[in-house]
């Protein structure tokens, strides 16, 4: 009681002195949002001019035109890319978010004195080479690699299984292992904010633990799992590393044939018209989803 | 009963996890060329030969420097924006904080390539420098977060005390500030230099002609005889990266575990 006090009464003080030193703060968030300026805002707004111009070299004429993205959206070839790219990456969010369920479910209610260490053991993967981890696939899947090379020695296999490379199977496989801790951690921290007296509440009042998992826990987790499914579907859309080293001509993505674009003979134009309505398709997908997740929340309670 | 089907789960998890990883210190010691079972004898051949190679050598200088800049810049940046948004009632700090944080969900070959098309649309030569620009767009989100986590448990009182005992605001930022944010300045330069020492798409759009360390490793697999040098490379990344996490996580939740004990009970 005495401490709400004393909170609320400095948060009082604190609205009076903010009004006098908004500008301060204006200052000091300048700085960050003028090198965010820079070195995003600007070079997404130059990429925008380019998908209007004609020219197919790296110059900048002419009027604007809209054929870059009639060409984008009227060939077969790249609708295909497209529909890849968004199958690949759909397939990748689901297997990451329900494998990591479980995961962050343990750490969050059974992990007891040992919470942390297991907290830190998935959060490493999240900050060690991407590029690595993709790379370790290629190693494992690969026609003379790991998984191959061991069958064979140990007698089970006669000749190596070629399934296992360069197809959207290996994408997403090795897709699902790298954006694991990128799931887990929006889950977890959803999880832990779980008023612990509602699910008491939920037993008190005579409800089993399936019933209680899914009429509290698991609602209540919602915003974690949208959070989780977000931040897996969005960058893997346009994830270029993975298909490149393990994806083959059967597993290429969209990223493929934007940076194809801009090599010296590529067609920058045409490359920023793919990129951008690519990043367009994706964000119209995702507010769809978050639409689509919050009514079906809503609807549940 | 439950739990322990939650724990063999989750210990299968960590095994997925981590697993797939450790072929490549673990074929990194085979004295094979090739990357397959079964192993043929322990050598460190591989690694002898990695650091007498002066391009390794090179984009390693390259990737520190690149680094090291990026962390102390991105870190200065997301403390001044922290300071901002938690200790000011600012209008428009949500837009601003999604702003900054959209690098997160657009994918690094469109950032790359965006980032490119202006540099050469104003005619700024690729160097170690527009890498930096490249990575302090990728790790300045990483430092806001982790400094406005930190400072939304920092009680303002304390300076106000400081400020009442005397203190000017230059040395009440030194004696009480300062002190009470360094956990959350040193986990934040420890991610962001490792999340820029192991990024490679941007540096490779980015880096012109000196290769930082993931885009040597890169160049280096279209040749399948380096491929074990190429191993042992990506074990030594993978072993700096793990010893830095841990450090900055051990910092970063140093002093803060009180506050989790309280939010639990």
Request: charged content about 10%; aromatic content about 12%; glycine content about 8%.
């Amino acid at each position: 009681m005495g401490k709400s006090l004393i909170s609320g009464f400095s948060g009082g003080v604190q609205v009076a002195k903010a009004e006098d030193g908004n500008d301060a703060g204006y200052l000091l968030l300048s700085p960050t949002l003028a090198v965010m300026a820079l070195t995003l805002a600007a070079p997404l707004a130059l990429l925008f001019l380019y998908s209007l111009t004609r020219t197919t070299g790296p110059v900048l004429e002419g009027g604007a035109t809209l054929a870059q993205y009639a060409e984008v959206l009227g060939r077969e070839g790249y609708r295909a890319l497209f529909w890849r790219s968004l199958g690949i990456s759909a397939v990748v969010t689901l297997a990451t978010v329900a494998l990591a369920y479980p995961m962050a479910y343990f750490v969050a209610f059974h992990a007891g004195r040992r919470k942390f260490l297991w907290l830190i053991a998935l959060t490493i993967p999240f900050w060690t080479s991407y590029l690595l981890r993709v790379f370790a696939w290629k190693i494992i899947l690969g026609y003379g690699g790991v998984i191959n090379s061991a069958l064979i020695s140990m007698g089970l296999i006669s000749a190596p299984l070629e399934f296992l490379l360069y197809n959207p199977f290996s994408v997403v496989v090795t897709l699902t292992h790298a954006w694991a801790a990128f799931a887990i951690l929006p889950i977890y921290v959803s999880l832990e904010k779980i008023d612990r007296s509602l699910l008491e509440a939920a037993t008190d009042l005579g409800d089993g633990p399936l019933r209680r998992f899914l009429r509290i826990t698991l609602p209540l987790s919602m915003p974690g799992v949208i959070g989780a499914a977000l931040l897996v579907f969005v960058p893997t859309t346009g994830d270029y590393v993975t298909p490149t080293l393990v994806g083959g001509p059967q597993g290429a993505m969209i990223a493929n044939i934007i940076s194809v674009q801009f090599d010296r003979v590529g067609n920058w134009p045409l490359g920023a018209a793919l990129a951008l309505a690519s990043m367009a398709v994706v964000g119209v997908l995702a507010m769809l989803f978050v639409a689509a997740a919050r009514a079906a929340a809503k609807a549940a309670r | 009963m439950k739990n322990r089907w939650l724990l063999v789960y989750a210990a299968a998890y960590l095994a997925f996890l981590y697993l797939p990883v450790l072929f490549l210190p673990l074929f990194s010691f085979n004295a094979s060329q090739y990357i397959a079972f079964p192993l043929t004898g322990f050598t460190t051949q591989w690694y002898t030969a990695l650091f007498a190679d002066t391009a390794m050598l090179q984009a390693l200088s390259n990737s520190l420097k690149v680094g090291v800049v990026t962390a102390i810049l991105s870190t200065l940046l997301g403390l001044l924006a922290a300071k901002a948004v938690t200790q000011y009632r600012l209008k428009g700090t949500g837009t601003a904080l999604g702003f900054i944080g959209l690098p997160l969900f657009i994918p690094d070959v469109v950032l790359g390539i965006a980032l490119l098309l202006l540099l050469a649309a104003i005619g700024f030569p690729l160097s170690l420098a527009t890498v930096v620009l490249g990575h302090l767009c990728l790790c300045t989100p990483f430092a806001l977060a982790v400094l406005i986590a930190r400072f939304e448990g920092f009680d303002r009182s304390l300076e106000e005390a400081s400020a009442d005992l005397g203190e000017n605001g230059w040395m009440t930022f030194w004696r009480v500030t300062f002190p009470l944010m360094l956990p959350g300045i040193t986990a934040s330069l420890l991610l962001t230099f490792i999340t820029s020492f192991d990024e490679f798409l941007i540096a490779y759009f980015l880096s012109g002609t000196d290769a930082t360390l993931p885009v040597f490793f890169w160049s280096q697999l279209r040749f399948p005889a380096r491929l074990p040098v190429v191993l042992a490379l990506g074990a030594l990344i993978l072993l700096a990266s793990v010893v830095l996490v841990v450090l900055a996580e051990v910092v970063r939740n140093r002093g803060v575990a009180p506050d989790k004990k309280t939010i639990g009970a």
